[in-house]
């Protein structure tokens, strides 16, 4: 059966493809490794950053095992991506070169019995999560924690200040309310100044903090004046994002794949 032009352009519409797709021939997908790219991926950066009980030089097995030693339940999902794909010369080619992307999540809750304080127990939650490629290569991790849902009798600040100075230091940079830090590493750990920390490939670290306010008037301390509240964490979000990796297993990746499909097909077809 022949089938038309316009009939063609119909079939596109209905699937989403375009005019020049529909024409060309679609050619074996070419499979690379990295290492035959020439692909070198940045250094691991030191043991001294990361998140909570993630850090970098983790392979995507040792973070499920730290993360689940206490019986939760870790979740992971994993996906191989990488590549290139274009026409040229009336061929639809593509380079890929796939690199496994996990994403590991785990959920813990845990109950408190608030002492003394005259009041029913009530939960805390907190989630971890992290982006690992090649099995090896942290780029993101966060941990987000909400203390005592019921009562907001949450943390001292004093403890999670310190905790926050003991895994980071000092931001460069004096935050304006105390509650929202920002850090920027280079690979070697070395606190630099903020500013462009993802242009120029740096190691990102945000903390962000709510106090808690009372839960009868959902007010902060300063509006209740209640003592109760004084100087206690009821939210507590950290996240660390690794710049260098995000590049080089986007941008940097891709690159190298366009690279070898110029080698192998020539220039794409202009569109």
């Known amino acids: 059966m022949k089938i038309s032009h316009i009939t063609v352009l119909t079939l596109c519409a209905l699937t989403g493809c375009s005019d020049e797709s529909a024409k060309a ?7 690379f490794y990295t290492s035959d790219l020439g692909f070198r991926p940045p250094k691991t950066a ?51 070169v796939p690199v496994q992307k996990d994403v590991i ?6 109950t408190n019995s608030h002492s003394g304080e005259g009041v029913s127990a009530d939960t805390n939650t907190q989630e971890i999560s992290a982006v690992v490629w090649d099995t090896n290569f942290l780029e993101r991790a966060e941990f987000k924690v909400n203390w005592s849902d019921k ?25 304006s309310d105390g509650l929202n830090l920002t850090y920027c590493f280079d690979e070697t750990g070395k606190q630099v100044m903020p ?10 670290v ?36 690794d710049h260098r990796i995000t590049d080089a297993f986007g941008s940097k990746l891709n690159q190298l794949a366009y690279q070898k499909f110029v080698e192998l097909h020539g220039e794409p077809d202009p569109r």
């Open 105 to 110: 999540v785990v959920h813990d809750t845990g």
């Open 25 to 31: 021939q679609e050619a074996e997908t070419q499979t």
């Open 206 to 241: 945000k903390v962000s903090a709510r106090q808690c306010v009372d839960p009868k008037t959902a007010t902060s301390l300063t509006e209740s004046g209640s003592p109760r509240y004084a100087g206690l964490i009821c939210e507590l979000t950290v996240s660390y994002t």
């Open 46 to 96: 030191p043991k001294t950053l990361g998140v909570h009980a993630v850090h970098p030089g983790m392979t995507t097995g040792d973070i499920e095992k730290v993360l689940g030693k206490n019986g939760s339940k870790v979740a992971i999902s994993s996906e191989k991506t990488g590549g290139f794909s274009g026409v040229a010369k009336g061929v639809r080619h593509t380079v890929s």
């Open 195 to 204: 500013g462009n920390c993802g242009g120029n490939n740096g190691i990102l």
């Open 151 to 175: 009562h907001h009798l949450g943390m001292p600040i004093g403890v999670v200040a310190q905790r926050i100075n003991d895994d980071y230091g000092q931001p460069l940079v004096a935050p």
